[in-house]
C-alpha cells in the first residue's frame, strides 16, 4: 500500500463515514490538533528516563488515537467497528487516578507556576498548552455538530494530568518550579 493516494491534492480528504470534506472544516482540525497532540507526547517519551511515565504517555497515546477516529467519524459509528477506538468513562477515570496518585508527592498550589524547568517538564507544560487548544476546537465542534462528551472529558481531563507531570518532573530532576 503507498502512503499517497493523491485523493487529497485539491485540499479534501476523507472522514470515517466516506464523506469527503475540505482539510480545514472544523472536525479535521480538531483531530489534527489531537495528532499534534500525539506528537508532542511522542517528543516528551522521548525525553525522559522515567519507565513509569512513558507506560503512562504510550496509553495515552493510544487513547488519543481512539479519540482521533472518533472526532473523524462524524456518524459515530466507529467505536461499534472497532472497540479501541472507544473512549470510554474507564478512559477518564484512569486520568483521574493518575493525577490523584501523582499529586500526593508534589507541594500543593500557592502560587501560578511558570511552564518550564527541566526537558521533560517544559515539553509537558507545552503539551498541555496543544491540549487545551485541542479541547478549544471540539468544544466549537460540539456547538454545531454532535461530539462524544467523553471527548471533551477525556481532554480536559488530560491536560490536568499534563500540568501534574511537569510538576513532578520538575520535583524528580530536583529543578525547582517558578513561581508568579
Known amino acids: 500500500m503507498k502512503i499517497y493516494t493523491r485523493t487529497g491534492d485539491e485540499g479534501e480528504t ?3 463515514d466516506g464523506a469527503r470534506v475540505g482539510k480545514d472544516t472544523p472536525r479535521v482540525e480538531c483531530y489534527g490538533e489531537v495528532d499534534e497532540l500525539n506528537a508532542c507526547l511522542g517528543v516528551v517519551r522521548s525525553q525522559h528516563e522515567d519507565e513509569g511515565l512513558d507506560v503512562l504517555l504510550a496509553q495515552v497515546q493510544k487513547d488519543l488515537f ?3 477516529a472518533q472526532l473523524a467519524d462524524p456518524q459515530a459509528r466507529v467505536a461499534e467497528r472497532k472497540p479501541k477506538a472507544a473512549v470510554t468513562p474507564a478512559h477518564v477515570k484512569g486520568l483521574e487516578d493518575a493525577i490523584d496518585t501523582r499529586q500526593e508527592s508534589l507541594p500543593p498550589l500557592k502560587a501560578f507556576i511558570l511552564p518550564g524547568g527541566s526537558a521533560a517538564a517544559a515539553l509537558l507544560h507545552f503539551s498541555r498548552t496543544v ?3 485541542a479541547e478549544r476546537r471540539v468544544v466549537a465542534l460540539s456547538r454545531h455538530e454532535q461530539v462524544d ?3 471533551l ?3 480536559n481531563r488530560l491536560s ?3 500540568f501534574v507531570l511537569a510538576r513532578e518532573a520538575n520535583r524528580t530532576s ?3 518550579e517558578d513561581t508568579w
Open 14 to 16: 476523507g472522514l470515517g
Open 66 to 68: 481512539a479519540l482521533g
Open 131 to 133: 491540549c487545551r487548544r
Open 149 to 151: 462528551p467523553l471527548v
Open 153 to 155: 472529558a477525556y481532554l
Open 160 to 162: 490536568d494530568l499534563l
Open 174 to 176: 530536583g529543578v525547582p
